[in-house]
């Protein structure tokens, strides 16, 4: 079994950075697709960044594109989401997501389709 551990989130406000930790316990991720999710209250949860495989691209929503960034430290068994320029519409509960397949284009934002979830951890946005 996989757990995920979501940790950095907070209260900031506009223009404000973040920078989100996920703690990986049990099982090796490096071949896995990582991504983040979000979901605001009254919305759908929604894709926010997805690396699709080890090699493969990494996605990104188009709200967030050139805001936020993706990376790991395998090492440490940690995945980070760096957040840039935070606005209002940015809040939301976001989670961190694994899945033993590799993902692409068409179907990384396909909530329904990982299998391994953290408990997330809130972000708030003030104006």
């Known amino acids: 079994q996989v757990q995920l551990t979501e940790s950095g989130g907070g209260l900031v406000q506009a223009g404000d950075s973040l920078r989100l930790s996920c703690e990986v316990s049990?099982?090796?991720?490096?071949?896995?697709?990582v991504a983040w999710f979000r979901q605001a209250p009254g919305r759908e949860r929604e894709g926010v960044v997805c690396?699709?495989?080890?090699?493969?691209?990494?996605y990104y929503a188009d709200f967030v594109l050139g805001r936020f960034t993706l990376s790991m430290d395998n090492s440490k068994n940690m995945v980070y989401l760096q957040m840039n320029n935070l606005t209002p519409e940015d809040t939301a509960v976001y989670y961190c997501?694994?899945?033993?397949?590799?993902?692409?284009?068409?179907?990384?934002?396909?909530?329904?389709?990982?299998?391994?979830w953290g408990q997330g951890t809130q972000v708030t946005v003030s104006s």
């Open positions: 690396m699709g495989s080890t090699d493969g691209p990494t």
């Open positions: 049990g099982n090796s991720y490096h071949d896995y697709a």
């Open positions: 997501v694994l899945d033993g397949f590799s993902r692409n284009g068409y179907d990384w934002d396909d909530a329904d389709q990982y299998d391994h």
